[in-house]
């Protein structure tokens, strides 16, 4: 059974930086897209940030020059790298991913349970 597993969720002032993991486990044969995206309270889930297995990322304009998103394929492991955060990125975050189980199974898109990250002075 495969299963999405975040981290590095918090609390953090205006200006300051946090970094999400999320850890794909299970039986993998492959990966696609890996990504974020986050539902602020009273708001629809968007898109953060993804990359895609052939090195291309793409990032909502809210975040461009301000997050980072990145892969260890071989961990089947993404990061979000935030830094200058805004009292408006406070959201909980969702990892997302395509993956393939088994060369017999189709590729299906899988949620992680969420982090929350609050920026607040």
């Known amino acids: 059974q495969v299963q999405l597993v975040e981290s590095g969720g918090g609390s953090v002032q205006p200006g300051g930086s946090l970094r999400l993991s999320c850890a794909a486990s299970?039986?993998?044969?492959?990966?696609?897209?890996m990504g974020w995206y986050r539902q602020a309270p009273g708001k629809r889930r968007e898109l953060v940030a993804v990359?895609?297995?052939?090195?291309?990322?793409n990032y909502a304009d809210s975040v461009k020059g301000r997050f980072t998103i990145s892969r260890d394929n071989a961990k089947n492991t993404v990061y979000l790298q935030m830094n200058s955060l805004k009292p408006e990125d406070t959201a909980v975050y969702y990892c997302?991913?395509?993956?393939?189980?088994?060369?017999?199974?189709?590729?299906?898109?899988?949620w992680g349970q969420g982090t929350r990250v609050t920026v607040s002075s």
């Open positions: 299970g039986t993998i044969l492959g990966v696609h897209r």
């Open positions: 990359s895609s297995s052939d090195g291309s990322t």
């Open positions: 997302n991913a395509d993956l393939r189980s088994t060369i017999a199974t189709p590729w299906q898109n899988y």
